[in-house]
């Protein structure tokens, strides 16, 4: 870096080697960013052209050791040490730290210094550069985020999680500012905020449940214009009129936001930075923006086909336990009226029984026949909506007339079981399939039976409201629990295994119920306030005037 004493041919005069030292140190300076001396122990003594054009640093406020005051606070203490460490040893040294520009800007900077030695081996003064690394680094930290949020995705980490480690990536690339990620609802008009690790926490629960639109802050611009929104100064842009006390509350000056969008090209929610000052984003800062909103969007889907993929896989495996489960509770409910057939029917055969008890055996074979028909009827019928092909034969009928004996069929069960049931009809006249609609009412009393104990009640009402018919249901038995509800009317659902060892059945009649009803062009709901307070069930289907 400069030409120590003892290196200069002898035979050149004191005058030769002063031109030739200032020749090459005006070399040095011409094709470097910034050369700079020093005495031996690291005072500036005379002007550094290229130190006071980048730091703007005038020579008396650089003087001495003044000029340590535009290395960055967290990075002095160890650029000290690594002079210190140089000097002790007489040796070069190589440092990086962070230098305060001239515009406040803080730039990564690599320092080189060589000792410059007299005859005896002492420093006469040192000499080096200093050289902008932004970026070099800038380009390594945002490798490095990349691959952080990456690695993140693939252990399955939170989104919320990557989002955030995203984000922090993003603010160490550039200088002074505060970003976030926000996210669209189900709904496509609110955001909620996924990440913002160095906005105020108050600011971020004031954004959760924002609507997007036009004048809904740069964010909610963004993404309801599903472009990119530059607000340099947030008290004067109109976008943010409804928000500016919010902003100026928490000392928010501007924001730059970027549409996050899916592979398939959806927008997902924006992507911000808020820097301490009024200004517009550097040509860096925009493709940081844009690159970040990318990786975002990535990141997001991958999320999304991840947590659609273990709903899959879930479902998937609920199905198989819903299966064995029903094999196992088809097997049970086809197998006891067997039975119950083989048995009263050994006895017959025998001989042993007295006329009273032929007659009950007889009944007995007949009800067990009866049942069973039912169950393979019932298999039969959802086999059919499996398909999409099951059927009605709509015809005119008077559907209170259907109603009454839909639930008679039930009223023998129901007194067997000390069950009160009570019908009221109005006669209503309509269109469809008679047996079919006797099938739904027999399905909804005989499951209202068999939830509930001796001594409750059934209620069965048919009435007209608005151009409807509506049947309801309505039973002192169990009840449902909320839990349980969404679920009522799935094929071979039911609220839990013990339920079917305390009333039998195969779980099919509700789903059986769904499926008349809505080939009526009905529909049917369930209701009830909890385990222990009854149920009510409700259909509507149209009527014919």
Request: aromatic share 4%; net charge negative.
């Amino acid at each position: 870096m400069a030409i120590p004493p003892t290196l200069s041919p002898p035979h050149l005069g004191d005058e030769t080697v002063r031109r030739s030292e200032e020749r090459f140190r005006s070399l040095v300076w011409a094709s470097s960013p910034i050369v700079w001396t020093t005495n031996p122990v690291g005072e500036v003594v005379e002007n550094v052209p290229g130190w006071t054009a980048f730091t703007g640093q005038t020579l008396e406020q650089s003087a001495g050791k003044g000029w340590l005051h535009a290395i960055h606070p967290n990075d002095l203490e160890r650029a000290i040490h690594v002079w210190r460490t140089a000097a002790a040893a007489k040796t070069e040294f190589r440092s990086e730290y962070r230098l305060r520009r001239h515009d406040g800007v803080y730039r990564h900077m690599v320092a080189l210094g060589v000792p410059v030695l007299e005859a005896d081996g002492s420093i006469r003064e040192w000499v080096g550069t200093c050289t902008d690394i932004t970026e070099q680094r800038r380009a390594e930290q945002r490798k490095a985020g990349q691959a952080r949020v990456l690695e993140l995705l693939a252990k399955g980490e939170g989104i919320e999680k990557v989002l955030t480690a995203l984000v922090e990536s993003i603010e160490e690339q550039c200088d002074r500012v505060a970003g976030s990620v926000l996210l669209l609802d189900a709904d496509g008009e609110h955001v909620h905020c996924k990440a913002a690790p160095h906005l105020p926490a108050a600011f971020c629960r004031e954004l959760d449940g924002l609507s997007i639109g036009p004048e809904a802050g740069s964010c909610g611009s963004a993404i309801y214009h599903c472009a990119a929104v530059v607000t340099d100064d947030i008290s004067r842009d109109p976008r943010w009129a409804k928000y500016r006390e919010l902003a100026a509350r928490f000392k928010l000056k501007a924001c730059w936001s970027q549409p996050i969008f899916s592979m398939e090209g959806r927008v997902l929610g924006s992507f911000a930075l808020y820097p301490q000052v009024c200004r517009e984003p550097k040509a860096a800062e925009k493709n940081l923006i844009e690159s970040a909103a990318h990786l975002a969007g990535v990141a997001i889907d991958h999320d999304r086909a991840r947590a659609a993929l273990h709903q899959a896989k879930e479902g998937a495996e609920a199905a198989n336990r819903a299966k064995d489960d029903f094999l196992a509770t088809v097997s049970h409910e086809l197998r006891t009226p067997i039975g119950a057939v083989l048995l009263w029917s050994k006895l017959l055969k025998a001989g042993t029984l007295d006329p009273k008890q032929s007659r009950e055996a007889v009944e007995r074979i007949v009800q067990c026949a009866q049942e069973q028909a039912r169950l393979v009827n019932d298999l039969l019928d959802v086999t059919h909506i499996l398909h999409g092909t099951m059927a009605a034969d709509p015809k005119k009928i008077d559907l209170g007339e259907v109603v009454e004996a839909g639930a008679e069929e039930e009223r023998m069960h129901a007194e067997a079981k000390g069950v009160r049931l009570e019908v009221k009809a109005v006669p209503t006249p309509a269109s469809g399939d008679a047996i079919r609609l006797r099938q739904l009412v027999s399905n909804l009393v005989a499951n209202a039976i068999k939830f509930t104990p001796a001594g409750g009640r059934v209620d069965v009402r048919l009435t007209q409201q608005n151009g409807q018919a509506r049947l309801e249901v309505i039973d002192t038995g169990e009840g449902i629990s909320a839990e349980y509800l969404p679920h009522l009317f799935s094929r071979f659902s039911q609220a839990d295994s013990s339920i079917t060892r305390r009333h039998g059945g195969m779980g099919l009649g509700l789903s059986i119920v769904k499926s008349i009803a809505e080939l009526h062009g009905g529909s049917v709901r369930a209701r009830s306030e909890g385990e222990g307070r009854g149920a009510a069930f409700t259909v509507t289907l149209p009527v014919s005037e």
